[in-house]
């Protein structure tokens, strides 16, 4: 487990298997040099917006430090997580703001973060300008939807046991990061069902 400090004694962990999985499938360090090359070093307090609902992603970001999570809203308001990000990961509502569409979800800093982001703009340009990195992105999005639907079909096939023991065997540190309210929604169960299953785990133990 490799260590990365975030912050004045605010670690984070970059599991040997990464929480997204697509990171192990794209060209990882193309991504960054465009990121931190061609994008300006912003800052996000914790709970300010990277990505608002109904509005046109503007960047494109690569994390340097804290935490964020995919957040979609139901037609009475409740939050649900989509997804969570942290340590070297990238932040964009991908692929729809390639396109000029609105979001459907929200992109929050759980944590006071710095990111590199680039203009979705000058993304789309550098796509067309630059054929070698255009395949980049092209395989960059297979991967991404790989990982979205792996866990769709998760949802179906394994139980919120199974969900939460993969969870807390792959990134036992997860809990550190995120509040329990955003790890039980990420696992679409109730917090207090996500305790109960701490509780029975550290029972075993």
């Keep these: 487990m490799l260590t990365i400090y975030c912050g004045p004694s605010v670690p984070y962990y970059l599991m040997a298997e990464n929480f997204n999985s697509y990171i192990e499938q794209i060209d990882f360090e193309a991504w960054r040099e465009v990121c931190v090359s061609k994008g300006t070093l912003r800052h996000f307090a914790k709970g300010e917006e990277f990505v608002t609902i109904g509005k046109v992603g503007r960047y494109i970001g690569y994390i340097v430090s804290g935490a964020l999570k995919y957040v979609a809203c139901s037609a009475d308001g409740t939050e649900h997580v989509m997804?969570?990000?942290?340590?070297?990961?990238?932040?964009a509502?991908?692929?729809?703001?390639?396109?000029?569409?609105?979001?459907k979800l929200a992109i929050v800093a759980v944590s006071d973060c710095d990111i590199y982001c680039i203009p979705t703009n000058d993304f789309n340009r550098l796509i067309d300008t630059d054929p070698t990195f255009k395949d980049i992105v092209m395989h960059s999005t297979e991967a991404?939807?790989?990982?979205?639907?792996?866990?769709?079909v998760d949802l179906y096939v394994k139980t919120p046991q199974?969900?939460?023991?993969?969870?807390?065997?792959?990134?036992?540190?997860?809990?550190?990061?995120?509040?329990?309210?955003?790890?039980?929604?990420?696992?679409?169960?109730?917090?207090?069902?996500?305790?109960?299953?701490?509780?029975?785990?550290?029972?075993q133990c």
């Design 83 to 91: 997804g969570l990000v942290f340590g070297n990961g990238f932040a």
């Design 162 to 203: 199974q969900r939460y023991h993969e969870l807390v065997t792959n990134h036992p540190d997860l809990f550190d990061i995120f509040s329990l309210k955003d790890i039980a929604s990420f696992l679409n169960i109730t917090p207090t069902h996500l305790s109960r299953l701490r509780k029975n785990d550290s029972k």
């Design 93 to 103: 509502d991908w692929p729809f703001c390639l396109y000029g569409q609105k979001a």
């Design 144 to 152: 991404v939807y790989s990982t979205v639907y792996d866990r769709y």
